[in-house]
């Protein structure tokens, strides 16, 4: 006869409170008439009348579907856990769990019926032990003892169940046929919490299956891991295959040696030769709570001993502390706020959580073990009592993290039990949330917050403690584990919520860089500071509009890097600059290029400098100067140059990226730069080369710009089109120094120099790309043109074309009075009056041309497409060249400029000003966008759609068709207009 005075009925002392009172009112009615319905559960109605039991009941049906359905489909297991003991009915369900193999032995029942059986035991224990936490009857660390003691029994009487199966197979022989895991050759051991006695309410069991390959179990010449694997697979698909009656328990086998590539079941000798070996410190970490549950329990617990070494240090290991950090890192997120948000948070991997703990108290036991036995337990609990008692932590450290365990842990449990899943993260709906901190027994969602928020704060303050040493705490985002071979699927889901649309090759991109697949990251130190960075750059990563594209960015990069420390580490140190260099990968590839080659250039982005809009001429080529210094070799000026050239165009993209200059400021500081540098290596060439050959007495020089260059529409990818006059005195030909040179062959030899030292590659890389043949005669005249001979040239020769070119140009630097000459004799040449059907004839030709040679239909291409930027160009220029002898202010402008210009002076109707001029205005937003992003030629199928999203964003449009098609339409105007001009 049942104790009513032990009965789980008498001894509630809680209930939560109910926030849908109608529905759980309505659900326990309908379980009264059932209960009704069957006699052996009738000694339960007077108890759902009034009272705590009825109250219970009610939380039940108002917030666990899956503890409600075992309530109501079984009206007698219900009577018989709500009116017997606990502490009787507990172990009555274990003893029978342990030995339904017996059962299925002596022909009591069939194999399905065991099967029925196993799942059966697991409901019933899993309502009682819920009923037993929410109503207050039984400790945490009672209620996780008996999940670990109900596992234990699963793992030991389904492996006794299979092992029986086997040897009357006749494949193993049995010593004793009644504790078949005796002598069986094979043991089991659990890890994790399952190991410690601290299971979850719904989780997964660690195990690890090892066997000895020279056991008398086997008979001769059977293949020991085919047989053992065979029975570890059965193992798992008894306990965890879902049937009607549900399932037993989900295992994970991954916590053996390199699961990626070794089977299931592992001979002991090659256990101990990885543990030896390759035996890494979340490892060591993992066995402190391992012991043996199944099989040959004495073959385990030697299998234990001999592995203590490797687990028990005998010096204090102070090292482990950054490991496990490293390891509590990888599997948090990066950082995240100082408040912690209660909605969405991870109560076991967040801030403050469940994991803290078990890290504070497993660092520790790591550390101190070896040589304090008292400190190698398994239950963390218990390991706080010893802490303190060996003197390592305060009285007020051990009580508040144990009151903060037991929350944390009841909190998960809850979770768990509202649909018997593995989740340990928080509603993220308000009104889900008020309900879950009703279920936790709170009145209201403030109270549990606080009371939530109170203990995740004591962890922190205590785990930071621990780590003062390493990087700030890390928030949630979940599971991130790149161990072995084979997909972790709580980190495919992690990396899947953090937006990778292709989680398992992201994955296996990870995994690859930490087995050391790219030469960049094997040294020591690099895989150590990536193992610490991995949940942190994948979070930044998967902030970006593309992040299975940034990644992949940054796998190529480290592919082409020699080696990769020095960025990783700065990388690692800074939150925002972590944040900046995602974003360039996944919307910027030629900037995170640059910084695969030059890391330090990221440092400006934390400069404050950095969120001034500098586009000034003068003051960035005093940056330029700055940043060269005054090298004393040529060698090292050359390479100072590409340095600095490196620096100011990344400044300058970054700026752009971060909208804190326009497309249009981004092309004037692009041309600043390529000013400044052409201005200071000029400069140092001037000066090495008069060492050497002196001056020419009165002989003078000027370097143009033309083109993009030439109006200061510059982009990160262009070439600059140069043109280098000289002047000289007819009666002094030769220079001064002791290598005398001939003028001629002088200021030819200076300007081959000059272009060397732009375009020459160094180990700091290349410079520009620098095109002369914008010179008279082109690629067949001299690459410096004497003065009186452009001009003569110009007036007498040149075609057409080259005038267009006289449009765009520019002195960049050389002798002050000779630029004024020079620019005054360009003024000259452009203003000459021409005959306007003339020009526009020519203008078209040349615009047939090059759409023979070129091609003009590609709607991408910004440039060549008909309608597009050189249509605009051309434009500008016919307007220039016809009309500049009457309207001299059209000399010297931009083509936006000229368009206005024109319209002023009555040569373009307002319309088309206007339309030419936004034209003019998105096309090179556009265009400017597509050279910071990528290099090369701009192919959509190829461009990383987070890419092609910027560029319409930019633009102000929603996708990348409406962009292409709000293109055309505007190349349909450009097209329109210069067919009219130029008719």
Same mark, same amino acid.
Not at 42 to 61: I, M, N, S, V, W
Not at 222 to 227: K, R, S
């Given at each position: 006869?049942?104790?009513?005075?032990?009965?789980?009925?008498?001894?509630?002392?809680?209930?939560?409170?109910?926030?849908?009172?109608?529905?759980?009112?309505?659900?326990?009615?309908?379980?009264?008439?059932?209960?009704?319905?069957?006699?052996?559960?009738?000694?339960?109605?007077?108890?759902?009348?009034?009272?705590?039991?009825?109250?219970?009941?009610?939380?039940?049906?108002?917030?666990?579907?899956?503890?409600?359905?075992?309530?109501?489909?079984?009206? %007698?297991?219900?009577?018989?856990?709500?009116?017997?003991?606990?502490?009787?009915?507990?172990?009555?369900?274990?003893?029978?769990?342990?030995?339904?193999?017996?059962?299925?032995?002596?022909?009591?029942?069939?194999?399905?019926?065991?099967?029925?059986?196993?799942?059966?035991?697991?409901?019933?224990?899993?309502?009682?032990?819920?009923?037993?936490?929410?109503?207050?009857?039984?400790?945490?660390?009672?209620?996780?003892?008996?999940?670990?003691?109900?596992?234990?029994?699963?793992?030991?009487?389904?492996?006794?169940?299979?092992?029986?199966?086997?040897?009357?197979?006749?494949?193993?022989?049995?010593?004793?046929?009644?504790?078949?895991?005796?002598?069986?050759?094979?043991?089991?051991?659990?890890?994790?919490?399952?190991?410690?006695?601290?299971?979850?309410?719904?989780?997964?069991?660690?195990?690890?299956?090892?066997?000895?390959?020279?056991?008398?179990?086997?008979?001769?010449?059977?293949?020991?891991?085919?047989?053992?694997?065979?029975?570890?697979?059965?193992?798992?698909?008894?306990?965890?295959?879902?049937?009607?009656?549900?399932?037993?328990?989900?295992?994970?086998?991954?916590?053996?040696?390199?699961?990626?590539?070794?089977?299931?079941?592992?001979?002991?000798?090659?256990?101990?030769?990885?543990?030896?070996?390759?035996?890494?410190?979340?490892?060591?970490?993992?066995?402190?709570?391992?012991?043996?549950?199944?099989?040959?329990?004495?073959?385990?617990?030697?299998?234990?001993?001999?592995?203590?070494?490797?687990?028990?240090?005998?010096?204090?290991?102070?090292?482990?502390?950054?490991?496990?950090?490293?390891?509590?890192?990888?599997?948090?997120?990066?950082?995240?706020?100082?408040?912690?948000? %209660?909605?969405?948070?991870?109560?076991?991997?967040?801030?403050?959580?469940?994991?803290?703990?078990?890290?504070?108290?497993?660092?520790?036991?790591?550390?101190?073990?070896?040589?304090?036995?008292?400190?190698?337990?398994?239950?963390?609990?218990?390991?706080?009592?010893?802490?303190?008692?060996?003197?390592?932590?305060?009285?007020?450290?051990?009580?508040?993290?144990?009151?903060?365990?037991?929350?944390?842990?009841?909190?998960?449990?809850?979770?768990?039990?509202?649909?018997?899943?593995?989740?340990?993260?928080?509603?993220?709906?308000?009104?889900?949330?008020?309900?879950?901190?009703?279920?936790?027994?709170?009145?209201?969602?403030?109270?549990?917050?606080?009371?939530?928020?109170?203990?995740?704060?004591?962890?922190?303050?205590?785990?930071?403690?621990?780590?003062?040493?390493?990087?700030?705490?890390?928030?949630?985002?979940?599971?991130? %584990?790149?161990?072995?071979?084979?997909?972790?699927?709580?980190?495919?889901?992690?990396?899947?919520?953090?937006?990778?649309?292709?989680?398992?090759?992201?994955?296996?991109?990870?995994?690859?860089?930490?087995?050391?697949?790219?030469?960049?990251?094997?040294?020591?130190?690099?895989?150590?500071?990536?193992?610490?960075?991995?949940?942190?750059?994948?979070?930044?990563?998967?902030?970006?509009?593309?992040?299975?594209?940034?990644?992949?960015?940054?796998?190529?990069?480290?592919?082409?890097?020699?080696?990769? %420390?020095?960025?990783?580490?700065?990388? *690692?140190?800074?939150?925002?600059?972590?944040?900046?260099?995602?974003?360039?990968?996944?919307?910027?590839?030629?900037?995170?290029?640059?910084?695969?080659?030059?890391?330090?250039?990221?440092?400006?982005?934390?400069?404050?400098?950095?969120?001034?809009?500098?586009?000034?001429?003068?003051?960035?080529?005093? *940056?330029?100067?700055?940043?060269?210094?005054?090298?004393?070799?040529?060698?090292?000026?050359?390479?100072?140059?590409?340095?600095?050239?490196?620096?100011?165009?990344?400044?300058?993209?970054?700026?752009?990226?971060?909208?804190?200059?326009?497309?249009?400021?981004?092309?004037?500081?692009?041309?600043?730069?390529?000013?400044?540098?052409?201005?200071?290596?000029?400069?140092?060439?001037?000066?090495?080369?008069?060492?050497?050959?002196?001056?020419?007495?009165?002989?003078?020089?000027?370097?143009?710009?033309?083109?993009?260059?030439?109006?200061?529409?510059?982009?990160?990818?262009?070439?600059?089109?140069?043109?280098?006059?000289?002047?000289?005195?007819?009666?002094?030909?030769?220079?001064?120094?002791?290598?005398?040179?001939?003028?001629?062959?002088?200021?030819?030899?200076?300007?081959?120099?000059? #272009?060397?030292?732009?375009?020459?590659?160094?180990?700091?890389?290349?410079?520009?790309?620098?095109?002369?043949?914008?010179?008279? *005669?082109?690629?067949?005249?001299?690459?410096?043109?004497?003065?009186?001979?452009?001009?003569?040239?110009?007036?007498?020769?040149?075609?057409?074309?080259?005038?267009?070119?006289?449009?765009?140009?520019?002195?960049?630097?050389?002798?002050?009075?000779?630029?004024?000459?020079?620019?005054?004799?360009?003024?000259?040449? #452009?203003?000459?009056?021409?005959?306007?059907?003339?020009?526009?004839?020519?203008?078209?030709?040349?615009?047939?041309?090059?759409?023979?040679?070129?091609?003009?239909?590609?709607?991408?291409?910004?440039?060549?497409?008909?309608?597009?930027?050189?249509?605009?160009?051309?434009?500008?220029?016919?307007?220039?060249?016809?009309?500049?002898?009457?309207?001299?202010?059209?000399?010297?402008?931009?083509?936006?400029?000229?368009?206005?210009?024109?319209?002023?002076?009555?040569?373009?109707?307002?319309?088309?000003?206007?339309?030419?001029?936004?034209?003019?205005?998105?096309?090179?937003?556009?265009?400017?966008?597509?050279?910071?992003?990528?290099?090369?030629?701009?192919?959509?199928?190829?461009?990383?759609?987070?890419?092609?999203?910027?560029?319409?964003?930019?633009?102000?449009?929603?996708?990348?068709?409406?962009?292409?098609?709000?293109?055309?339409?505007?190349? *349909?105007?450009?097209?329109?207009?210069?067919?009219?001009?130029?008719?």
């Amino acid at each position: 006869m049942p104790n009513q005075n032990r009965s789980l009925i008498s001894r509630l002392t809680q209930a939560p409170p109910v926030s849908d009172l109608r529905k759980a009112k309505a659900q326990l009615a309908e379980f009264v008439e059932r209960a009704r319905g069957e006699p052996e559960a009738t000694a339960l109605l007077p108890h759902l009348d009034e009272g705590l039991f009825r109250d219970l009941l009610l939380a039940l049906a108002d917030y666990s579907p899956f503890l409600w359905q075992l309530v109501a489909n079984d009206p %007698v297991r219900m009577a018989r856990l709500a009116l017997e003991e606990p502490e009787v009915v507990h172990p009555s369900i274990i003893h029978d769990q342990s030995n339904l193999f017996r059962r299925v032995r002596s022909g009591e029942m069939t194999r399905d019926d065991a099967v029925s059986a196993f799942r059966r035991n697991r409901n019933s224990h899993a309502l009682l032990v819920a009923l037993a936490d929410i109503g207050g009857l039984w400790s945490t660390e009672q209620i996780t003892q008996a999940l670990s003691d109900f596992a234990d029994a699963s793992v030991a009487g389904g492996l006794n169940l299979i092992l029986t199966e086997t040897a009357d197979l006749g494949r193993i022989t049995l010593p004793n046929p009644d504790t078949p895991g005796e002598g069986s050759g094979v043991t089991v051991l659990a890890l994790g919490k399952h190991g410690a006695g601290e299971l979850n309410y719904s989780s997964d069991i660690d195990l690890v299956i090892f066997f000895d390959p020279e056991t008398p179990a086997l008979r001769e010449g059977a293949e020991a891991t085919t047989i053992y694997t065979r029975i570890a697979q059965q193992l798992s698909r008894l306990l965890q295959e879902r049937t009607p009656d549900g399932y037993v328990h989900r295992v994970d086998y991954r916590l053996r040696p390199d699961p990626g590539s070794t089977p299931t079941a592992m001979s002991l000798s090659s256990a101990y030769v990885y543990y030896e070996t390759l035996g890494q410190n979340w490892e060591r970490a993992a066995f402190i709570k391992a012991r043996p549950v199944a099989g040959d329990l004495t073959l385990g617990e030697n299998f234990l001993k001999e592995l203590r070494p490797f687990i028990w240090r005998k010096y204090f290991d102070f090292a482990s502390i950054a490991d496990v950090h490293a390891m509590k890192r990888q599997i948090h997120a990066v950082r995240g706020h100082d408040e912690i948000a %209660v909605a969405g948070h991870d109560i076991k991997l967040g801030r403050g959580g469940i994991r803290e703990i078990e890290f504070f108290v497993q660092t520790q036991q790591l550390v101190f073990g070896g040589r304090r036995p008292a400190l190698r337990g398994r239950r963390t609990l218990d390991m706080l009592v010893e802490l303190h008692n060996e003197g390592w932590i305060t009285a007020q450290a051990r009580d508040e993290l144990s009151h903060a365990y037991r929350f944390l842990r009841t909190v998960e449990h809850r979770l768990q039990m509202v649909a018997d899943e593995q989740t340990q993260r928080l509603p993220l709906d308000e009104e889900d949330l008020k309900r879950f901190a009703k279920f936790c027994g709170y009145p209201n969602l403030k109270a549990f917050s606080k009371a939530l928020t109170d203990q995740a704060k004591i962890v922190q303050g205590h785990y930071a403690l621990l780590f003062e040493e390493g990087p700030e705490l890390a928030s949630e985002v979940g599971s991130l %584990v790149f161990t072995g071979t084979t997909d972790d699927p709580e980190t495919l889901a992690t990396l899947q919520r953090m937006g990778f649309r292709e989680p398992e090759k992201a994955a296996e991109t990870v995994r690859g860089w930490h087995f050391g697949r790219r030469a960049a990251i094997t040294s020591q130190r690099a895989r150590e500071v990536l193992t610490e960075l991995t949940p942190a750059l994948l979070s930044a990563l998967g902030g970006t509009a593309d992040p299975d594209g940034a990644l992949a960015a940054l796998d190529s990069a480290f592919g082409r890097m020699p080696a990769a %420390v020095e960025l990783l580490t700065i990388l *690692q140190s800074h939150d925002r600059l972590r944040l900046r260099f995602a974003d360039l990968l996944g919307t910027a590839p030629r900037l995170a290029n640059t910084v695969a080659q030059s890391p330090h250039v990221l440092d400006v982005l934390i400069d404050p400098a950095f969120n001034v809009p500098l586009v000034d001429e003068v003051a960035i080529e005093e *940056q330029v100067r700055q940043i060269i210094g005054n090298p004393e070799s040529y060698e090292d000026f050359l390479d100072r140059a590409r340095d600095a050239a490196r620096q100011m165009r990344f400044i300058t993209g970054a700026r752009l990226l971060s909208d804190i200059i326009s497309p249009a400021q981004a092309g004037e500081a692009y041309a600043a730069i390529a000013t400044a540098i052409i201005r200071v290596s000029f400069e140092r060439v001037r000066q090495e080369f008069e060492a050497d050959h002196g001056r020419v007495p009165g002989a003078e020089i000027v370097i143009l710009g033309l083109g993009r260059l030439g109006t200061k529409e510059l982009t990160a990818g262009s070439d600059l089109d140069l043109v280098v006059i000289y002047d000289f005195d007819e009666e002094r030909r030769e220079s001064t120094g002791h290598r005398q040179l001939d003028v001629v062959v002088y200021f030819t030899r200076l300007t081959q120099r000059l #272009v060397a030292a732009l375009t020459v590659p160094t180990r700091r890389g290349l410079l520009y790309e620098v095109d002369l043949r914008l010179r008279p *005669q082109g690629g067949k005249g001299p690459v410096a043109s004497q003065f009186k001979g452009f001009v003569t040239y110009q007036q007498s020769e040149a075609d057409l074309w080259e005038h267009m070119a006289l449009t765009r140009t520019r002195v960049l630097t050389g002798d002050h009075e000779f630029a004024k000459r020079v620019e005054s004799a360009i003024h000259e040449i #452009v203003a000459v009056k021409r005959d306007a059907s003339h020009v526009c004839k020519e203008v078209r030709d040349m615009r047939a041309l090059i759409a023979q040679e070129k091609g003009d239909d590609n709607p991408w291409d910004l440039k060549l497409a008909k309608g597009g930027l050189t249509d605009l160009d051309f434009i500008a220029q016919a307007l220039v060249l016809a009309h500049a002898a009457e309207h001299p202010s059209l000399i010297g402008l931009q083509p936006e400029a000229v368009f206005q210009e024109a319209c002023k002076g009555g040569l373009l109707p307002e319309d088309d000003a206007r339309a030419l001029v936004e034209a003019h205005r998105q096309f090179s937003l556009i265009f400017q966008w597509q050279r910071l992003t990528i290099e090369g030629a701009f192919d959509p199928a190829k461009t990383p759609p987070a890419i092609l999203k910027r560029l319409a964003t930019v633009a102000g449009l929603p996708d990348a068709n409406v962009l292409l098609t709000h293109m055309n339409e505007m190349r *349909q105007q450009v097209r329109a207009v210069f067919e009219r001009i130029l008719h």
